[in-house]
């Protein structure tokens, strides 16, 4: 018993000097806002991070908006609705579903392979010897990822939504002949631009920043083994997906809980 | 004990000194890596800190270079205490330090080219040209001026070094931590390293300091040498004076004598009843 309780307090110390140092590391790495000399890297990061996930978010983002626009369309016809389909796909992608599931697939994609990036580093020394060489790694190494994925996550989420949207037309108005004014101009009164769009868009930020924000501290707090690496590649995947949803329903709540 | 070198210690201490270590205390969990430590590292000299593997030669450098934190004691360097200054002013301090990791730790990312004109690009203004000249010259003392183009992992573990190197010494630090850096390497490229060592302290006027376990080639470099064994400073004097030194945990060591005070195996229980007690298992 006693020896249960010892584990248990050991774990909670743990658990908060890991979030001491997590909050320690963005400190003092989001301060590192590129200088002139370090937009290439930045840039590089923006590339890497972002550019390279758009092939994967816009084709589910289509997928996404298809399905949608199926689901939509078989319930909505039961009650002669589906002319409100455009709204319904629109309001769907905009406050749910474009930031959450970009945002899962961000961790997917970018940020298991921020984290074994940053984590072989540290394995083979690198991050070590740039230290010696007076060159600050959380400056130089951490901070351009993490302002790139920071950025990077909203402008995905948008890329998606857009995409959704258009899957959403394709199926409700091409495929099974939805109005196409009804579907666009319910949409366009329907959805408002600061309680909708703008409201995705922040918790799309707020997931940008913490996606990446443990991606990148479990990268550089690992232990520097293969075994290491991959525990903490495993980590990222799972802790970012569990913040991801467990914060989006405090957005929810935040944004739209006066609504219900 | 270190009765016969006394003299030579004291010219030593006399000199001006760079490295001033007062009694290090550091331990890694339940070890206890050092134990009182003292040593001064004289500047423009080859200081050598040598003593068998898992001594926390490695550790020593890294607490020297400011990356771990002495449990007691202090370190300073040039009169400054590395671990009592600001991280902006270690990382400026750093500036004046290179060293050499016993992996190369050369960025993977980058060619061999841009690994050697990394400190120069991020501490300096100079012009492309002149970098350009810095790197090839860098380069062209450890032999490796033709592999500029080729990326690390396309290096073998020698070559890798010899371009850490190369990187170690590009800003012509005053304080050079060379890090095992004669393993691995064939005879040729030793012998070219030895020297390199040698001549690159002497011309630039430098100080280093050898971590290392390689005792011919180490002792025909280092002008002090410390000798580290159980947490402790075992022996310290030039190269000459612990060659004939008398005790015999120091003569076991410098002379490589598998049977002596220091035991070759790691603490474990009588080789005849373990063997034993494996067959009782499985009958």
Known sequence: MIGYIASLGRGTLEALSALGRAAMFLAQSAVGIPSREGWHLWLRQMHFIGVMSLAIVLVSGLFIGMVLGLQGYTILVDFGAEDALGQMVALSLLRELAPVVAALLFAGRAGSALTAEIGLMKATEQLTSMEMIGVDPLRRIVAPRLWAGFISMPLLTVGFSVVGIWGGYLVGVQWLGVFDGSYWSNMQSNVAFVDDILNGMLKSVVFGLVVTWIAVFQGYDLTPTSEGISRATTRTVVYSSLAVLGLDFVLTALMFGELG | ?283
């Not at chain 2, 490295?19 to 590292?41: A, C, K, Y």
Request: hydrophobic share 40%.
């Open chain 2, 1 to 283: 004990m270190f009765d016969n070198y006394r003299d030579v210690d004291e010219r030593y201490v006399t000199d001006t000194t760079l490295v001033d270590v007062e009694g290090l205390h550091f331990s890694l969990g339940e070890n206890d890596i050092f134990r009182g430590v003292d040593l001064r590292i004289p500047k423009g000299k080859i200081t050598a800190v040598m003593g068998p593997s898992g001594t926390g030669k490695t550790t020593l450098l890294k607490l020297i270079g400011g990356q771990l934190v002495p449990d007691a004691g202090r370190i300073c360097i040039d009169g400054q205490d590395v671990h009592r200054l600001p991280r902006r002013a270690l990382f400026r301090l750093r500036r004046r330090m290179g060293m050499l990791f016993q992996s190369g730790a050369l960025f993977s990312d980058l060619s061999v080219f841009e690994n050697v004109a990394f400190p120069l690009r991020v501490h300096t203004d100079l012009p492309e040209a002149m970098v350009r000249d810095i790197v090839l010259m860098k380069l062209q003392a450890v032999g490796l001026r033709g592999a500029r183009n080729l990326s690390p992992a396309e290096l073998s573990g020698g070559m890798a070094r010899r371009v850490a190197l190369a990187r170690a010494v590009a800003l012509d630090p005053e304080l050079v931590l060379y890090d095992e850096p004669f393993v691995g390497q064939d005879p040729i490229s030793m012998g070219v390293l030895v020297q390199l060592i040698k001549t690159v302290n002497q011309a630039l006027g430098l100080t280093a300091v050898i971590v290392s376990h390689d005792i011919k080639e180490t002792l025909s470099i280092a002008d002090y040498v410390y000798i580290i064994a159980d947490g402790q400073v075992m022996a310290h004097g030039t190269p000459q004076t612990l060659d004939v030194n008398s005790d015999a945990r120091v003569k076991q060591f410098v002379h490589g004598e598998p049977d002596g005070p220091v035991p070759f195996h790691y603490p474990a229980p009588d080789f005849y009843r373990d063997i034993l007690a494996t067959r009782g298992e499985r009958t």
